[in-house]
């Protein structure tokens, strides 16, 4: 295992929101909450929660930080800054990386680990997906680097991107592994794309440090 780079401290022109707020979540509301919009809001969620979100990691490929980042709910509301428009969702993600580094001094690294992975490829008989300024898509539309994370969510292994695709696309796949297709036939079939398994490197997030949210 190697590391791959380190934080130290973000960049002075990071994006950031305009004004945010980390508070301890009223437990009354039993319900968790994502939006995106004018205002970036996570309720009910742990500080691990959001930082896999932010940084696009499954569970099981984070490690390190202290117990309290899984077991403490927490609220965050944060606004974008007037005149940006229309943030796209890894523009959002960027901020949230931003703001837990700013304010919960959350420093991390990654580490590259060599397992068994799923090399995702544009099949031979070409993409079938479309982007999402396409009106004849179907499906969510998702970012790329959530179609990615989705498609190893599903299979159960790490899934290493080697389409070279970016953007926005309609992402909608129908398998079973009983009475339909199977993931990879659906995968090939559905979206153009296919998965041939391997060795890889296949990223690790390490929590080095982080503080507790101070409530403001």
């Keep these: 295992m190697f590391a791959l780079c380190a934080w130290s401290a973000v960049a002075a022109d990071a994006p950031r929101y305009e004004v945010a707020s980390i508070r301890p979540h009223e437990p009354s509301q039993l319900r968790s909450t994502i939006h995106f919009g004018s205002e970036t809001l996570f309720s009910g969620m742990t500080i691990r929660n959001v930082i896999l979100l932010a940084w696009h990691m499954p569970p099981e490929r984070m490690t390190g930080g202290p117990k309290w980042l899984d077991s403490e709910l927490y609220d965050i509301r944060a606004k974008v800054p007037a005149g940006k428009g229309q943030l ?12 837990l580094t700013d304010r919960l001094r959350l420093r991390v690294h990654h580490e590259a680990k060599n397992e068994s992975v799923y090399f995702l490829r544009v099949a031979k008989s070409g993409l079938r997906m479309a982007p999402d300024s ?3 898509g179907t499906g969510s539309i998702l970012p790329w680097s959530m ?12 899934v290493i991107d080697e389409t070279g695709l970016k ?3 309609h992402f909608g796949i129908r398998y079973s592994e009983e009475t339909g297709p199977s993931i990879f036939t659906a995968v090939q079939e559905q979206l153009g794309l296919r998965l041939d398994a ?7 997030l390490v929590i080095d440090s982080v503080e507790r949210p101070s409530g403001n």
């Design 88 to 99: 796209s969702m890894d523009e959002h993600y960027r901020r949230v990386q931003t703001l």
């Design 134 to 136: 396409s009106p004849s």
């Design 147 to 158: 179609i990615v994370s989705e498609l190893s969510r599903i299979t159960g292994w790490p």
């Design 167 to 169: 953007g926005a696309w």
């Design 198 to 204: 391997g060795k890889g490197p296949v990223d690790q």
